[in-house]
Nanobody, 126 residues
Framework: QVQLVESGGGLVQPGGSLRLSCAASGRSISNNAMAWFRQAPEKEREFVASINWSGGTTYYRDSVKGRFTVSRDNTKNTVYLQMTSLKPEDTAVYHC???????????????????WGQGTQVTVSS
């Protein structure tokens, strides 16, 4: 079993920044690709970013490219999502996810996730 716990969400003004963290426990995630998804009210969960096991390869949805950066520290069993130039349309609950072995990272379907975190709320509003 793997437990994923997100933190770092909150209320931020448009143009602001936040850094989300996802701490894994129970098992090491160093050999797994990881991802971030988000879900806004009354909308389906959508892919945001993914990162391979080493951190050497990353993918992003088009709307966050150039603004969000996914990274990881395998020594800390933690994945991060640095978000800058935030927009109101980025408002959502952000979920960390462990990707199933062998899954294609781009585009990444939620069906290829085997563990989810409970999520952290990000609200972008003035």
């Amino acid at each position: 079993q793997v437990q994923l716990v997100e933190s770092g969400g909150g209320l931020v003004q448009p143009g602001g920044s936040l850094r989300l963290s996802c701490a894994a426990s129970g098992r090491s995630i160093s050999n797994n690709a990881m991802a971030w998804f988000r879900q806004a009210p009354e909308k389906e969960r959508e892919f945001v970013a993914s990162i391979n096991w080493s951190g050497g390869t990353t993918y992003y949805r088009d709307s966050v490219k150039g603004r969000f950066t996914v990274s990881r520290d395998n020594t800390k069993n933690t994945v991060y999502l640095q978000m800058t130039s935030l927009k109101p349309e980025d408002t959502a609950v952000y979920h960390c996810a462990r990707v199933r072995a062998g899954a294609v990272l781009q585009p990444l379907s939620a069906l290829n996730v085997d563990y989810w975190g409970q999520g952290t709320q990000v609200t972008v509003s003035s």
